[in-house]
């Protein structure tokens, strides 16, 4: 005689990065980092960026400088400076291989 298995009924649902990610969020968008390793941020990493959130410091944030996007750290930007915010960078997706 056998016994049922506890875990039979247990289910969990399928992973989705539209979830993880907040991707169809419209004010969510991707970027590819081109720039050299940062912490926790390697080349062609892929950068989940959520333009309706506040910079704090500390953040990554996805930068105009002249007419390039760049990844900094927030570091309370002079007011003076024509740097332009586009959004904060909520997830990083880097590839292993």
Known sequence: MSFPSPARDWKEAPLSLDTLCDISNPAVFLFRYGGEDLQFVKKNAVLVVDKSLTP??????????????????????????????????????????
């Not at 953040?59 to 003076?80: A, N, Q, T």
């Open 56 to 97: 704090h410091k500390d953040d990554l944030v996805i930068v105009v400088e002249g007419e390039d996007m760049v990844v900094r750290r927030f570091e309370d930007f002079p007011k003076d400076s024509n740097l332009s915010v586009e959004g904060v960078v909520t997830r990083v997706l880097n590839f292993i291989r």
